[in-house]
Nanobody, 127 residues
């Protein structure tokens, strides 16, 4: 079964940056859909970013709250998904999860049917 492992989380001051990584146990085919989610204490999981499979007519998608600050990317050769986060705000605090769906296609930030999930990495932003 496919396994995903997030890393790169930590504590940072408001306005700082972090880069999260998601290592996948299997080859990341260009047809796979992948995304990042987060969950703050007491709140539901929120879709942050989704990267389309190769051939999709759409660019990577982001939640309105992170547009212009976060960037999702993947290195298929290394089987790693990334989330570069800049200008972090306290409201970005939460557990961040990566997800993978072999189905591919269009991968909006709020896609809710990913098949595989990581265990998360904590991001804490202080003011």
């Amino acid at each position: 079964q496919v396994q995903l492992a997030e890393s790169g989380g930590g504590s940072v001051q408001s306005g700082g940056s972090l880069k999260l990584s998601c290592e996948v146990s299997d080859r990341i085919y260009s047809s796979y859909c992948m995304g990042w989610f987060r969950q703050a204490p007491g709140k539901e999981r929120e879709g942050v970013a989704g990267i389309d499979s190769d051939g999709s007519p759409s660019a990577p998608d982001y939640a309105d709250s992170v547009k212009g600050r976060f960037m999702i990317s993947r290195d298929s050769a290394k089987n790693i998904l990334y989330l570069q986060m800049t200008n972090l705000k306290p409201e970005d605090t939460g557990m961040y999860y990566c997800a993978l769906d072999p189905g591919g296609g269009y991968c909006p930030a709020d896609k809710d049917d990913y098949r595989h999930w990581g265990q998360g990495t904590q991001v804490t932003v202080s003011s």
